[in-house]
């Protein structure tokens, strides 16, 4: 069910579908929330599954009041809230990650668990400057149509999973998933790529323990290496890290299985610690925003 919310000056549309306990499911730069469907579809039977699309990206539109991880995390607090829910796991996807790390780090008695999926803690840190990084990217940029969906492709799925692909199809089912044809990208991207290598959620980490975490990523992936991933998950006391040997950016679509299993392992996990928590005492003291930025 599509519901809108509006939100310092955007019209942010969300979806919530399935029944149990709550998730919201963040997606990252350049992608519409229905990118979500094949974790929703697994998901939605046992958990109920809120996903939005981020201000300025489909149907939240326009803008509004400015493009920062602090603002996007602000965004997913106030879908929560008018969706109904106290409080929710949290699944995050790249600049995903980041705004699921700022949600529990200025609202921590809303955030239950923390899945972080091809992600890093410092944005500085996405799509270091390698040789493959460079090309890639200005591949997806510069040519043909069809090259830039090919190229976009290399970022997002491992050269052999593309191996014996009809690379033309590929391109137009993944558009669906992505919300826009994977030869363009939506105007906000720009803002939403300033956004993310501005915020560093390094300094809040420590404070994270006791919220159980994990931390995923593609051993293959250009964006969020596997580094990245595996210091962000040292940081986060407690938390677990999986690799995916055979994967890239797009983990949860090239392996939306095992992906699936895995998040609900880990939602059902979280769910029992979440209700073994003791009702007499505060869930949790909420960690203080830095000074100049939006509060929840």
């Not at 939240?60 to 603002?71: A, D, F």
């Amino acid at each position: 069910m599509t519901t809108t919310l509006d939100h310092q000056g955007c019209c942010i549309a969300f979806d919530r579908r399935g029944a149990g306990p709550p998730v919201l499911l963040v997606q990252g730069v350049g992608v519409h929330g229905a990118g979500w469907k094949p974790q929703v579809d697994d998901l939605a039977a046992r958990f109920t599954c809120v996903t939005f699309d981020h201000r300025g990206i489909g149907r939240s539109q326009p803008p509004g009041s400015g493009v920062s991880v602090e603002q996007m995390a602000d965004d997913g607090l106030a879908v929560l809230a008018e969706a109904g829910c106290d409080s929710a796991h949290v699944v995050g996807h790249s600049l995903g990650g980041l705004v699921a790390l700022r949600m529990a780090a200025v609202a921590r008695s809303r955030v239950r668990s923390l899945a972080l999926l091809c992600t890093f803690a410092c944005g500085r840190d996405a799509a270091p400057p390698t040789r493959r990084m460079i090309l890639l990217g200005l591949g997806s940029r510069v040519g043909t149509r069809r090259m830039r969906r090919r190229a976009f492709l290399r970022l997002v799925m491992p050269v052999p999973a593309l191996e014996n692909r009809n690379l033309d199809e590929l391109a137009v089912e993944l558009e669906a998933v992505f919300g826009h044809d994977l030869a363009d990208q939506p105007p906000v991207v720009a803002q939403q790529l300033r956004a993310m290598r501005r915020f560093d959620a390094r300094p809040g980490l420590p404070a994270l323990a006791g919220i159980p975490a994990v931390v995923v990523a593609g051993a293959h992936d250009p964006i969020a290496p596997p580094a990245a991933g595996r210091r962000l998950a040292a940081a986060i006391p407690g938390a677990r890290y999986e690799e995916f040997a055979d994967a890239s950016h797009g983990l949860p679509i090239q392996h939306r299985a095992r992906v699936n299993q895995m998040l609900l392992e880990h939602l059902r996990n979280a769910e029992r610690q979440w209700d073994r928590r003791p009702q007499s005492a505060p869930v949790s003291t909420p960690v203080a925003a830095p000074a100049g930025t939006p509060a929840p």
